[in-house]
């Protein structure tokens, strides 16, 4: 959440330039003197190669005069090569001394080492030692995957770069987050990778996460991913040379090279093998599948009820409600406006809201007011938590709230702090008893641009509340107690950065769409409690967050599941934390664009539980937009209506058509809930995405690859939304195969062509049901997702070509983090009989139900030996009653 015309207002008040100026505060940094010129660099000779039975050391020396072209060249780095799993070979190129920054086990606890033999993995890596280079090669079709030959590595305290030459035309995907096409560009394309208060999520920059992987898929030959852990801010080029030799090339401004290769070789086990890597999602409730309202602006408590009971009027399913930063008292985390959301009467809507089956989720910004008299900053400065100066006072910035400490999630006591005042605010018997906790503005987002910001000054304070006229306080800063401790400094060999690198201008400048490297966000020079440097872990600071708050809700939940959505991320964030993809627009672009970024987070990302903002974030949607949106955002996993400050009002019962879209679009949401359940169920199990890009599904057919306006909802549903304004057209591609439509169960022959639907009106969106899968769904709909646990089951079988189909079905309590009754289910139809098979613990609560009430099969020839045929859409429904809780059979 963010307003923009704010912080440019902030801006022009500040009257900074956007030139970087060199640093005039600090004089104790040195200046940058290398020689920009990177094509005069000597690389590295390897010697010492050592193999193992798993894997190979070797040591690299500079070789030749340092070239110091964006820092200082290392002379001595050291090579690691561990065949991981037969799949997995990890590379690892650092410094000889361990000073350089590596990312915290902590923060992103690395995979085992199960020491497979070179022999039996499917990698093979080799090494040239003069000048160093490697390859990683396929070893069943030779293809080379990567090979650092294409320019000498250089390892520099300010800058890494290593390039690795690629075929032609590769199809490259991932490298979050950003809003460029899912099939990335080959030609003179840089990402970014810098986490960044970024409104509009502008095209071609650095966003709010950083997810340094790659998947590259070379059709028939496989797919595999490469994943960088490297945390610094970093430029990845794919690019082509003057001579059309295709590569990519990682430019970071430090850290070090720690590669991971993923041999696939399908899309879905490279997607399995990453999430292996830096960990599995966590299975969120299942009541977070269900619809959620927000919009900043809902001024008071009176208002967000009023949004309750317009949903409930309307009979639309609303399942959760949100407050954004409205309900603060000035803003702050922790508190509740007095007259506009006092706090009895926020008590008394979330035991409304609870009673009625629905829940209530809050924000939480990480910057904590600056104030003696505010008790949350007095809790945190007492037990120390946070970020210091150089003389060890607190380190100020700008945020909502005005002049603000920020939380240093390395400190000892700091997610102790965190929970504990969670605890508090969000107490059962005294607070708000909330369901869930969305962290924005965390990576971190700063309203004072640089080191230029008087963050004591009060005329820097962001407005006050619209809405809410309340006295200008002016809030002097007090002075500071005596009792802070120094911060402590990083020693050698610790793996927390070099000393002495330029803070603000570093030789190498990464392309963020922000002005300077440092602007709106911590100081680069902010040093951690463990020693380490904002310069090294600010792409990890809304990961940190993201995790301490789900920390929090487990602690003030005990063995529930928390569902946390964070703006800010970086790799392996998704292991406790949701996401939505920040603030955008109400517009048709970034309807679209919400398609291609989802893919990216489920797919690649294993961040499973995302979407966009239904129906826009800034400016004022319409209608059709909105009505579009309700239906594209019911496939999409996280399904969130959000709006801005000063945007009109965008409920779904706003307008006609949005509310019919609406109600239709969580009416099928909600039927198909057990079926994406299940998905991210095994998501969380086995890291086989809940989101199918089409190509995962058809990855020998290149009209496939660049696919990124459709996508399967599960494994089984096609979603084909209508993408453009005012249209009722929609043109979609169907590979060759066995499809249904969704809607009528008629049969439709996929061409490997594509396909033109006109009279797609704006409560439609064409779904088809590819053959061969079997959905299991929810006879009826409910109004929340706990009475939809009450309605019976029925199974979709969309049969292949062959007769053949088969599906899956998970089924638990849906809350608690440790489930004991559980089923899952395997479902197959052949040789004209349905059975099923697996585990069969799940009991319902009382008033559940695991029955199944009908069969229906589609795209069968004849009637069978039984039940209703429709011989016009081959249709067979047969109902009856069968029990999830034992094996059945039944024969059509
Ligand atoms: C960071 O740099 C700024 C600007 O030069 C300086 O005022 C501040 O003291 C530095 N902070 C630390 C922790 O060195
Ligand atoms: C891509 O490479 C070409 C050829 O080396 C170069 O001229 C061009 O500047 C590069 N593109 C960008 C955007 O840097
Ligand atoms: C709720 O519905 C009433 C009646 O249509 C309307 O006047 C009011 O503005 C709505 N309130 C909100 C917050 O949507
Ligand atoms: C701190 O907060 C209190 C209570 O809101 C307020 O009265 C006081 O003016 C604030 N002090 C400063 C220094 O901002
Ligand atoms: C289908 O249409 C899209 C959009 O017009 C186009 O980019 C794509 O190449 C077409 N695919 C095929 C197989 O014709
Ligand atoms: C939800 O509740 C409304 C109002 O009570 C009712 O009309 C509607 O049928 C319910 N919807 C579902 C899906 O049960
Ligand atoms: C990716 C994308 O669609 N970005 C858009 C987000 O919104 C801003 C403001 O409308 C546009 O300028 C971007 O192109």
């Known amino acids: 959440m963010f307003a923009q015309k704010i912080l440019l207002g902030l801006f022009a008040c500040a009257g900074l330039s956007s030139a970087i100026p060199m640093d005039p505060v600090a004089s104790s940094y040195p200046k940058f003197s290398g020689s920009r010129n990177p094509d005069s660099c000597p690389g590295y000779t390897a010697s010492n190669v050592v193999k193992s039975d798993s894997g190979l050391t070797a040591g690299l020396a500079l070789a030749g005069d340092a070239c110091d072209a964006f820092g200082f060249d290392l002379k001595k780095l050291k090579l690691e090569v561990e065949y991981q799993t037969d ?192 960990g599995h999602s966590a299975m969120f409730p299942y009541w977070s599948f269900g619809f959620h309202q927000c919009k900043y602006g809902y001024w008071d408590v009176n208002m967000v009820a009023e949004v309750v009971a317009n949903y409930s009027t309307a009979g639309i399913p609303l399942e959760v409600m949100w407050t954004d930063i409205d309900y603060m008292d000035l803003r702050q985390d922790f508190t509740t406006d007095p007259e506009r959301f006092a706090l009895p009467k926020v008590r008394e809507l979330v035991t409304t809201l609870h009673k009625r089956g629905q829940r209530y989720v809050l924000i939480l910004d990480p910057a904590i007011h600056y104030n003696d008299s505010y008790a949350p900053y007095k809790r945190g400065h007492e037990l120390d938590v946070f970020l210091k100066n150089k003389d060890g006072s607190e380190y100020l910035g700008i945020q909502w709230a005005g002049t603000v400490a920020w939380p240093d999630w390395f400190a000892p006591n700091t997610g102790k702090w965190w929970a504990e005042e969670i605890a508090k605010a969000f107490d059962a018997e005294s607070g708000i008893d909330l369901d869930g906790i969305w962290v924005d503005m965390n990576e971190a987002s700063n309203f004072c641009k640089n080191y230029d910001c008087n963050a004591r000054d009060p005329g820097n304070n962001p407005p006050k509340p619209e809405h809410a006229p309340r006295p200008n306080t002016g809030r002097p800063i007090p002075g500071f107690p005596a009792d802070f401790q120094p911060t402590k400094r990083a020693e050698g060999g610790q793996m927390k950065g070099l000393p002495n690198r330029v803070m603000w201008d570093p030789g190498y400048t990464v392309g963020t769409h922000l002005t300077g490297l440092t602007d709106n966000t911590i100081l680069f020079n902010t040093t951690n409690y463990d020693g380490t440097i904002h310069y090294d872990t600010h792409n990890l600071y809304g990961h940190m967050m993201a995790h301490n708050t789900y920390d929090a809700m487990l602690a003030r939940r005990p063995g529930l599941r928390p569902m946390v959505l964070t703006r800010s991320t970086f790799a392996g964030t998704g292991r406790k934390a949701t996401h939505w993809f920040g603030d955008n627009t109400s517009t048709w672009e970034d309807y679209r664009t919400s398609i291609r970024q989802m893919l990216a987070w489920v797919s690649m990302h294993q961040m499973p539980m995302v979407g966009a903002d239904v129906c826009g974030f800034n400016a004022n949607t319409n209608e059709k937009l909105c009505a579009r949106w309700a239906l594209l955002g019911a496939f999409q996993p996280f399904y969130r209506n959000h709006a801005e400050l000063s945007t009109i009002p965008q409920e779904f019962y706003q307008w006609p058509l949005t509310m019919e879209a609406g109600k239709k679009a969580i009416d099928t ?224």
């Open 87 to 278: 799949e997995r070979l990890h590379v690892k190129i650092f410094d000889e001394g361990l000073d350089v920054y590596q990312v915290q086990e902590a923060l992103v606890p690395r995979p085992p080492h199960s020491k497979a033999s070179p022999d039996s993995s499917a990698l093979e890596f080799s090494i040239v030692e003069k000048p160093f280079s490697f390859k990683v090669t396929r070893k069943s079709n030779g293809e080379v995957l990567f090979d650092t030959s294409a320019a000498k590595l250089i390892f520099e305290d300010q800058y890494v770069r290593l390039r690795t030459s690629l075929p032609k035309n590769p199809h490259l995907y991932g490298l979050g987050e950003h809003s460029d096409p899912f099939h990335l560009p080959t030609n003179g394309y840089r990402r970014t990778l810098l986490n960044a208060e970024s409104p509009g999520i502008p095209n071609n920059a650095n966003l709010y996460g950083s997810h340094p992987v790659y998947f590259e898929h070379r059709g028939e030959k496989g797919t595999h991913g490469v994943f960088m852990l490297n945390a610094d801010p970093m430029d990845i080029w794919i690019n082509q040379t003057k001579s059309g030799d295709q590569y990519l090339e990682y430019n970071t401004i430090g850290g070090i090279i720690d590669l991971y290769f993923m041999a696939g070789s399908s899309p879905t086990e490279v997607s399995s093998q990453y999430a292996d890597v830096i």
């Open 669 to 892: 949401r909600y039927r198909l809930m057990d079926y994406i359940y299940t998905a991210l169920y095994y998501q969380t199990k086995d890291g086989v995405p809940m989101i199918n890009p089409m190509w995962f599904l058809y990855p020998d057919d290149p009209n496939t690859f660049a696919v990124q306006e459709q996508w399967f909802y599960g494994d089984a549903l096609l979603i084909s939304p209508v993408t453009t304004e005012m249209s009722d057209v929609v043109t979609f591609y169907l590979p060759k195969d066995r499809f249904y439509d969704y809607w009528t169960g008629e049969p439709v022959d996929g061409q490997g062509a594509n396909v033109t639907q006109s009279g797609v009106s704006f409560t439609d969106i064409p779904v088809h049901i590819r053959g061969g899968t079997i959905i299991p769904r929810r006879v009826n709909s409910a109004n929340t997702t706990a009475l939809l646990r009450q309605q019976a089951f029925e199974l979709v079988i969309a049969l292949d070509a062959k007769g053949y189909a088969k599906g899956r079905l998970y089924l638990d309590e849906g809350e608690k983090i440790e489930q004991t009754d559980v089923s899952e289910l395997t479902f197959e139809f052949k040789d004209g009989a349905l059975s099923t098979a697996g585990s069969l613990g799940f009991a319902p609560a009382t008033g559940e139900v695991d029955t199944v009430k009908k069969v229906i099969v589609l795209g069968q020839a004849s009637a069978g030996s039984g039940g209703a045929f429709d011989s016009a859409t081959s249709k067979v429904e047969i109902e009856g009653e069968w029990d999830l809780s034992k094996e059945f059979k039944v024969q059509i």
